[in-house]
C-alpha cells in the first residue's frame, strides 16, 4: 500500500455490525469485562483504546516503523522520549530546535540530574566531537523551528549508532510525507501531531513511531503510566485530519516555495529562510533526504523587531497566531512566542534574529497569500 492508500485505508476497514466506512469513535472510558478471568482487549482507555490503536496502526504505517505511540500532545511525546535517559545520562541536542523542547531539556531534565548539552548539528563533525562517554540519547530536529536548518539525518544517526546512543527525530515540520527519518537510521521519531498531520488546527497531539522491539515496553509503559495518552475523539479528530495528508502538503509546498520566492526579491526583506531555495546552505542536503521542501517559510526584514512586529500585525489573511501546519496560515514572531522560553542572548546564539518573522503557509489561493505579503511590507 502506498502513502495516500495508507492515510485512507490502514486499520479502517469496515468493520460488523454496521461495516461503517468510516469507523466511529469509541468514547468510552472503560470496557466490560465478558470473561471474568482474561482482561478483554481493551480494558481502560488510559492504557488502550480501539480509536487510539487505529490512529497508532496508521502512525507506524506512514513512517515505515514496526510501532506507533499516539500522545496527548508534542510535548508529551517528547516527554516519552526522554523517560528513556537515567540521571548521569548525556542528552546531545541540536543548538536550532522548538522553544518548547528547549525549555523542557534546561527547566526539568537538567535539574533531574541528566546532562544537556548543545551543538550545531548542521555540520555532522560538531555533533561528532560532542559526544560523550555519558552520550545516550541524540536530538535531532530537521528543518529545524524557527530558521529551518537542515541537517544530515543519515550521517547523524550514524554518529549516534557509532556513541552508542538512540536518536530521536522531531519530524513535525516535514512530516511522513516528505521525509521518513526511521529509513535513514533514526531510532525514534517523534512528531507534534497538532501540525501538518492533523491539520486543521483543531487538535492537539504527538506521536513516536520505532522499530525496535526493546523500546515498546518501555515508552507503552510509560505513557500508561504517567497517562499522557490522548482522547478517543482526539484520535477519531486526527484519523480524519490524516486522511488528506498528502494533498494538503502538495499545495503548502507549492504555496511555500511561491511565497520564499516573492520575497526572497522583495527590496524590504533581508533574509529568506526556505530550504527549496537554491541559496539555502542546506538545499542539497534537503534534496537528498525529503522529498519535497515543506510549507514553512521564515524571513528577517530590515530593520529590528519593532520592524517586524508591525509587518506581522498589518497582515490580515496570514494570522498572528502560535502553532503551524493548519489549512489556514499563519504568521509568528518567534521572540514572543514559539521561542520565548529562551533568553535573547540564547536566541542570538542560536541565529534567531529580533527581526525574525515564521509564515505557515496555508493551502489558500497563492495569489491571496502574495498580496497579502506585499500589502503588509509596503
Ligand atoms: C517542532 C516542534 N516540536 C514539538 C512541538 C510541541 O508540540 P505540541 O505543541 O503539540 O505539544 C512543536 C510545537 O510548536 C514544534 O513546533
Sequence with gaps: MRFSTKVIRVGQDPQPPHYAVIPPPVQSATFYWPDAENPPDFDYTRAGNPTRHTLEQVYAAIENAKYGLAQATGMAAITTACSLLRPGDHLLAPSDLYGGTYRLFERYLKPMGIEVSYADATNPDNLASAVRPSTRMIWLETPTNPTLKIVDLERCAAIAREAGALSVMDNTFATPYLQNPLDLGCDIVMHSTTKYINGHSDVVGGALMWNDDALTEPLTLYAKSVGNTPS?????????????????????????????????????????????????????????????????????????????????????????????????????????????????????ARGIPPNLLRLSVGIEDVEDLIEDLEQALK
Design 232 to 348: 478517543p475523539f482526539d484520535c477519531w479528530l486526527t484519523l480524519r485530519g490524516l486522511k488528506t495528508l498528502p494533498v494538503r502538503m502538495d499545495r503548502h509546498l507549492q504555496n511555500a516555495q511561491a511565497v520564499a520566492e516573492f520575497l526572497a526579491t522583495h527590496p524590504k526583506v533581508e533574509r529568506v529562510y526556505y530550504p527549496g531555495l537554491p541559496s539555502h546552505p542546506g538545499h542539497e542536503i534537503a534534496k537528498k533526504q525529503m522529498r519535497g521542501f515543506g510549507g514553512m517559510v521564515s524571513f528577517t526584514v530590515k530593520g529590528d523587531g519593532s520592524a517586524a512586529l508591525e509587518v506581522a500585525s498589518r497582515l490580515q489573511v496570514f494570522l498572528l497566531a502560535e502553532s503551524l501546519g493548519g489549512v489556514e496560515s499563519l504568521v509568528c514572531y518567534p521572540p514572543k512566542m514559539s521561542h520565548a522560553a529562551m533568553s535573547e542572548e540564547e536566541r542570538l
